[in-house]
């Protein structure tokens, strides 16, 4: 066997990468989803200055490269701040905060899709601001932003990918490395790219399954 | 007591509220009057806290609605009901009911589902308690509107051109279930077009125009030559609406 054939191993390899793209994605997920909804409900609130703040960060991280926040995560922020920046550590910090990003933007507007005039009864029936949210704009607004948060799911797992350039093994990196062994590109992309593509469908499918549950009430299903 | 006292609201340079005093004691219908745009929503959106005051006071029994710690014990003893139903689409019925007396008066679920059964039953929508609005006609969704503000027991009844968005037979079910509760004595402060019903059920009208209160008076004397009809914009509001 010359050093350049597959081997076994080499599936191994690629489920490894799919372990480590699949767990940056699952974590800045989460991460992302409880930043971006706490970042919805202080506008919801009207906080002073904490608004426009967060407008701000979400402004930069929106309208920039992942790459380049990437960059300065890992490469810029440990000399200026003199600490030590892992190669997971930036990727985790720098993907939560772009998908954190967008969930913002897809919570605020979810959170205005909702009737004015249902919130006004619920307002003149004596219920707080927090009772609002809770019981009148909550369900209906994860409903409604169910079928968006999906598709940035779907993107935000393909971007993952980025992480490989500062050197997190994930998939992409198994890939490149492979790739540079074996010299058949065509071959380990199509099977990287097919991994990422079972990745990313099961994830909108899930997303599917969870929007028609939500929406299970809703009379309309559209022309 | 419902008492509104020199109320003052503007929007922009556009006062549509000026100087407006009223009180409404308890168990009496005042029905509001006016043609579009002359404030009649607007007050009551005043008294429920909805708009805030630019002017004036409002108290519902002496809690001030402009005072965020009294705004709450006010709106227990209002209930609003709505032109355009503004019901919570994705709640039953029942739970549309049941919201705000659990939430709001923190009474136990059990005890305030079986009010809200009632209350639909009364009202002929026993078997659609647990149909959401979308599933409703008019007429029904505003049965439920009217449900749902009765469920906490207000002492007064803020009813918005409730039957603006119906047809004549929907608008015709509703009324019957505002007579019966002008019968029973609810306190309600009406606002509406349908003049002849208003005659028929209220204590005493008021006339607003141009967010002035330029009469308030008790009913058959509204109704009379020497009374309502002796103002020359009353007659004529009343002439137009008995042709349309």
């Known amino acids: 066997m010359r050093y350049a054939d597959f081997t076994p191993y080499d599936l191994v390899l690629l489920a490894q990468g799919l372990g480590v793209t699949l767990w940056v994605f699952l974590v800045t997920t989460a991460i992302g989803l409880v930043i971006g909804l706490a970042w919805g409900i202080i506008r919801f609130y009207r906080v002073p200055l904490a608004t426009p703040a967060i407008d701000f960060v979400s402004e930069f991280l929106k309208n920039s490269p992942v790459l380049v926040q990437l960059f300065l995560v890992y490469f810029g922020v440990p000399g200026l701040m003199h600490v030590d920046m892992t190669p997971v550590f930036a990727a985790t910090i720098t993907l939560s905060a772009n998908t954190a990003a967008f969930i913002y933007v897809i919570v605020v507007s979810a959170i205005e899709s909702v009737g004015r005039d249902q919130i006004e009864a619920a307002r003149a029936f004596g219920l707080s601001r927090w009772q609002v949210l809770r019981h009148i704009i909550a369900p209906q607004a994860i409903a409604f932003s169910a079928g968006p948060l999906t598709a940035l799911l779907v993107n935000q797992l393909q971007v993952t990918s980025l992480i490989s350039v500062i050197g997190v093994m994930d998939l992409a990196k198994i890939g490149a490395n492979l790739n540079l062994r074996t010299l058949k590109p065509f071959v380990v992309w199509t099977v990287v790219g097919a991994l990422y593509y079972v990745a990313a469908k099961l994830v909108a499918l899930a997303g599917a399954r969870i929007e028609a549950r939500l929406r299970a009430h809703a009379v309309f299903r559209g022309l | ?244």
């Open chain 2, 1 to 244: 007591m419902l008492k509104v006292e020199n109320v003052v609201k503007a929007f922009g340079s556009l006062t549509v509220l000026d100087g407006v005093s009223l009180a409404v004691h308890p168990g009496e219908v005042v029905t509001i009057l006016g043609s579009s745009g002359s404030g009649k929503s607007t007050l009551i959106r005043c008294i429920n806290g909805i708009e805030t005051l630019d002017g004036g006071h409002i108290t519902v029994d002496d809690f001030d609605v402009s005072k965020p710690r009294e705004l709450a014990e006010a709106r227990k003893r209002s209930g609003t009901v709505f032109q355009l139903f503004n019901l919570y689409p994705h709640m039953t019925a029942l739970s549309n009911i049941t919201l705000a007396p659990i939430e709001v008066l923190k009474r136990p679920r059990a005890e305030v589902e079986a009010e809200g059964r009632a209350l639909l039953a009364s009202v002929g929508l026993a078997d659609k308690i647990d149909v959401y609005p979308a599933q409703l006609s008019g007429g029904q969704r505003q049965r439920v509107g009217i449900c749902r503000a009765l469920a906490m027991k207000p002492r007064y009844l803020l009813l918005d051109e409730v039957t603006s968005a119906l047809d004549p037979e929907m608008t015709s079910e509703v009324l019957d279930i505002l007579a019966k509760l002008a019968r029973e004595g609810t306190t309600m402060v009406f606002v509406t077009h349908e003049i002849e019903f208003a005659r028929r059920i209220s204590h005493r009208i008021v006339f607003l125009e141009k967010g002035k209160l330029i009469t308030d008076l008790a009913t058959a004397e509204f109704f009379s030559a020497e009374g309502g009809l002796a103002l020359p914009r009353v007659a004529q509001f009343l002439s137009k609406m008995q042709k349309a």
